[in-house]
């Protein structure tokens, strides 16, 4: 049953990601984002990550992603124009790619110790409870330097974006 | 009546969420360098923060400890922050350029 729903929002999680690297128009991408989001935030209640599923629902899915549309719907962002590619990338890139994944394939099935499998359920650290103690205990200072991260932030945003006022 | 048994096993090795944040990431760093549209390619920026993010939560299931939580919930703050400025460099370089291809923005070459 966790194998099936695993493999299920995996699925859907590449296919989604594959759109998102294929389609030219951009609004098709950030709707193919949303649903990688969607489908990783089920992955993570599988891992036990309870409060960190509903923040990438939230903070991701909504938040974000929101912004990402209203900044396309703004610009009236078309699809890209075909231009030639330069050689290299075009007959190297895919070949590279698979050798990464090919890499990364056999660090995860040799160097690494055997690592057991994920049962739902039997990680209970995720809840909102239990990061609420460790994120104000353990990780108070980062946590409040990024308050003033996203003050910046803010302050950033708003100068790059605002109208020239004489 | 019994259901044939399933051709994989029924709850999910870690690998396997290892191996799907390395395809999420790889097919981030594609879009990355494939795509011109400005736009497109910060969203691919966000697909492999969120490969990181799925790397930090196995390993946290892993390791029984919820740091890597943590950790994840500080990424996607930053990952906030980074796309409030970063759409709002976006909105600056469409108004002054009326263009939204990188190949176009390229004042900082030679």
Known sequence: ?166 | MPLPPLPFPPTPPLTWYLALSAILFALGVAGFLFRRNIITVFMSIELMLNAVNLSFITFSYKLKQNDGHIFSFFVMVVAAAEAAVGLAIILTVFKNRQTLEIDEVSSLKN
């Open chain 1, 1 to 166: 049953m966790d194998s099936l729903l695993f493999l299920i929002f995996a699925a859907i999680t590449v296919i989604c990601a594959i759109n998102l690297v294929v389609q030219t128009h951009p609004i098709s991408s950030a709707l193919s984002l949303i649903g990688v989001m969607g489908s990783l935030a089920v992955l993570y209640l599988l891992l036990g990550g309870e409060f960190i599923a509903a923040a990438q629902l939230v903070v991701y899915a909504g938040a974000i992603m929101v912004l990402f549309v209203f900044v396309i719907m703004l610009l009236n962002a078309g699809g890209e124009r075909k231009k030639p590619r330069r050689l290299w990338p075009r007959y190297a890139g895919i070949p590279l790619l698979f050798l990464f994944l090919a890499l990364m394939g056999y660090v995860g099935n040799r160097v690494l110790p055997p690592s057991g499998d994920v049962t739902f359920g039997s990680f209970v650290g995720g809840s909102a409870q239990e990061i609420g103690k460790r994120l104000f205990t353990v990780y108070l200072l980062p946590f409040e330097v990024t308050s003033v991260l996203i003050l910046i932030a803010i302050v950033g945003a708003i100068v790059l974006a605002r109208k020239e006022i004489d």
